[in-house]
């Protein structure tokens, strides 16, 4: 298969994205990461830009990748002065990284507007500082910025930018969508053209924004059309909206294209890297993200459900495990008898057709008084193991009592007394917490711990409240979603809905404490 190069930008144009910002640690460790994924070049940014940089690229300089190869960016010699006497030259060449990634202006706007220099003097800063990149010997990466701008508008300086790069040594001549403005028959059409007349004397990438919501699109454009390396980001981080998204373009040029992107088996570990980087942003994995999302592989609709159990290909583009997501079938009011029993068997049950439509109906009928089984996977076991006659409780409830009062100086104290039943024996608990929820948490725990000591290792680990009816103000029923986790790692959801919150948080409370004990 032939092959096609991945260079990633994240560490550079990704940055520059609203509210990112990582560690010269953070930064290496994304730089393993992305190593370890397979891809073959990634820009660590301009050496010496700030201390931050300096730090990297000192740490990177010692750092043992499997595959990937470090570029250092920086940008075609400043206007009247020598490329030799150019300190940001001179910096970018003397760093340890092999490749350097040169940015120069290619749009007459930039050349009127931003450098104020002629079109041939423009020409010479980017053939000058090709070669002096060159005689220092490292390897060059020409990106030609707003290359697709000035196509538009002057097609024949537009490739003599490129020609000039490319002459003075450049391996690879990289076009630019910059303002993201392009569309993909315009950059297929402009790509052809570049890889038809300097193809043989230089790779062609392509390296696209987002603004007009095609960078993933372009980039396969620009393919498809001849160029062997593309420029992108993880999960398309970047400014404005972002650029290529690099988590989309790998599959789609190995899987549907044919493409050699990365070594045999590191295709299936996109899905993990991608959110550990997520993760390491500080961000919160898209649960919509083609591909490697949560709910890329996610089925609802029970005709779909029924589609997936007979042939997967039937409603999913490629087959999850191939980029290390999983498929998921959410159980809801759209729901079969597909999605119960797909249920039923991710639970260790084994249920009928007579009780898979009993479970269909309480379900509907639940879901049409608030409740959201698809967020609270733990509850519906439960509604699943009710219907099937299997279900264990872990207790009886007798009664539970919240009392709430502030005291004079302002502070608020909550106590919740429980009485339950377990295993015949009566128990009366009474605990503080720092609300509601925290205080009948307590209570409930010691009442059941003498008996189930394991549940104690049980943590809530988030809390969500949502009124359902705003319409009817402070009467509305209210929908409680509660996520715990153990400590072997497991996490699950569940849910509770009552016109009063504080049943609402029992119900998702119990739900939590009785599927660890099932």
Request: charged content about 25%; aromatic content about 6%; hydrophobic content about 40%.
């Given at each position: 298969m032939e092959q096609v190069k991945l260079y990633d930008t994240t560490l550079r144009d990704g940055m520059q994205g609203e509210g990112m910002s990582l560690s010269a640690a953070e930064k290496a460790r994304v730089v393993t990461a992305l190593d370890g994924l397979g891809v073959q070049m990634i820009e660590a940014g301009f050496p010496s830009s700030n201390p931050k940089e300096e730090e990297l690229f000192a740490s990177l300089a010692d750092l043992e990748l499997e595959r990937a190869v470090v570029c250092a960016f920086g940008m075609t010699r400043r206007r009247g002065v020598e490329a030799a006497e150019d300190p940001a030259l001179l910096t970018v060449t003397g760093s340890f990284a092999p490749v350097v990634t040169l940015v120069?202006?290619?749009?007459?706007?930039?050349?009127?507007?931003?450098?104020?220099?002629?079109?041939?003097?423009?020409?010479?800063?980017?053939?000058?500082?090709?070669?002096?990149?060159?005689?220092?010997?490292?390897?060059?990466?020409?990106?030609?910025?707003?290359?697709?701008?000035?196509?538009?508008?002057?097609?024949?300086?537009?490739?003599?930018?490129?020609?000039?790069?490319?002459?003075?040594?450049?391996?690879?001549?990289?076009?630019?969508?910059?303002?993201?403005?392009?569309?993909?028959?315009?950059?297929?059409?402009?790509?052809?053209?570049?890889?038809?007349?300097?193809?043989?004397?230089?790779?062609?990438?392509?390296?696209?924004?987002?603004?007009?919501?095609c960078g993933v699109a372009n980039s396969l454009a620009a393919v498809d059309a001849g160029a062997?390396?593309?420029?992108?980001?993880?999960?398309?981080?970047?400014?404005?909206?972002?650029?290529?998204?690099?988590?989309?373009?790998?599959?789609?040029?190995?899987?549907?294209?044919?493409?050699?992107?990365?070594?045999?088996g590191k295709l299936?570990?996109?899905?993990?890297?991608?959110?550990?980087?997520?993760?390491?942003?500080?961000?919160?994995?898209?649960?919509?993200?083609?591909?490697?999302?949560?709910?890329?592989?996610?089925?609802?609709?029970?005709?779909?459900?029924?589609?997936?159990?007979?042939?997967?290909?039937?409603?999913?583009?490629?087959?999850?495990?191939?980029?290390?997501?999983?498929?998921?079938?959410?159980p809801s009011e759209l729901s079969g008898?597909?999605?119960?029993?797909?249920?039923?068997?991710?639970?260790?049950l084994e249920i009928d057709d007579e009780t898979a439509s009993r479970a269909i109906e309480v379900l509907k009928e639940r879901e049409?008084?608030?409740?959201?089984?698809?967020?609270?996977?733990?509850?519906?076991e439960l509604l699943l193991r009710h219907e099937a006659g299997v279900y264990k409780p872990l207790f009886t409830l007798e009664s539970y009592r919240v009392v709430?009062?502030?005291r004079a100086g302002g502070e608020v104290e909550t106590e919740a007394t429980v009485k339950v039943l377990v295993d015949g024996e009566r128990?009366?608990?009474?605990?503080?917490?720092?609300?509601?929820?925290?205080?009948?948490?307590?209570?409930?725990?010691?009442?059941?711990?003498?008996?189930?000591?394991?549940?104690?290792?049980?943590?809530?680990?988030?809390?969500?409240?949502?009124?359902?009816?705003?319409?009817?103000?402070?009467?509305?029923?209210t929908r409680v979603l509660l996520d715990s986790a153990d400590g072997d790692g497991r996490e699950w959801g569940t849910t509770g809905v009552s016109g009063n919150v504080i049943e609402a948080s029992w119900q998702a409370l119990v739900d939590s404490l009785e599927y660890a004990f099932q």
């Open positions: 120069g202006k290619t749009w007459g706007l930039h050349l009127e507007k931003v450098t104020k220099v002629s079109r041939e003097e423009n020409l010479a800063m980017i053939a000058e500082s090709v070669a002096f990149c060159r005689e220092r010997g490292k390897r060059v990466v020409y990106d030609a910025e707003h290359f697709f701008d000035s196509y538009r508008e002057d097609p024949g300086y537009a490739l003599s930018c490129l020609e000039a790069a490319i002459d003075a040594g450049a391996e690879n001549v990289t076009l630019c969508d910059t303002n993201g403005a392009s569309l993909p028959n315009q950059v297929g059409a402009a790509t052809e053209v570049v890889a038809t007349r300097f193809g043989d004397r230089a790779e062609i990438g392509i390296h696209a924004h987002d603004d007009a919501g062997r390396m593309v420029q992108g980001t993880v999960n398309g981080y970047g400014e404005r909206c972002g650029n290529a998204n690099l988590t989309s373009v790998l599959p789609a040029l190995q899987l549907k294209m044919g493409f050699d992107v990365v070594p045999e299936e570990t996109l899905t993990e890297t991608v959110h550990f980087i997520d993760e390491l942003c500080n961000l919160t994995p898209d649960p919509n993200a083609p591909y490697v999302g949560r709910n890329a592989f996610a089925h609802k609709g029970g005709m779909h459900v029924a589609g997936i159990e007979v042939d997967a290909r039937t409603f999913e583009h490629v087959e999850p495990a191939a980029i290390g997501n999983e498929r998921a079938i959410l008898k597909a999605t119960i029993r797909d249920q039923a068997r991710a639970a260790g049409h008084h608030g409740f959201h089984y698809e967020a609270a996977p733990a509850s519906f709430t009062q502030r128990y009366v608990e009474i605990a503080e917490g720092n609300g509601p929820v925290s205080a009948l948490d307590q209570a409930l725990r010691k009442a059941i711990a003498g008996r189930h000591p394991h549940l104690n290792e049980i943590e809530l680990t988030n809390y969500k409240v949502r009124i359902l009816d705003q319409d009817r103000g402070t009467g509305a029923v």
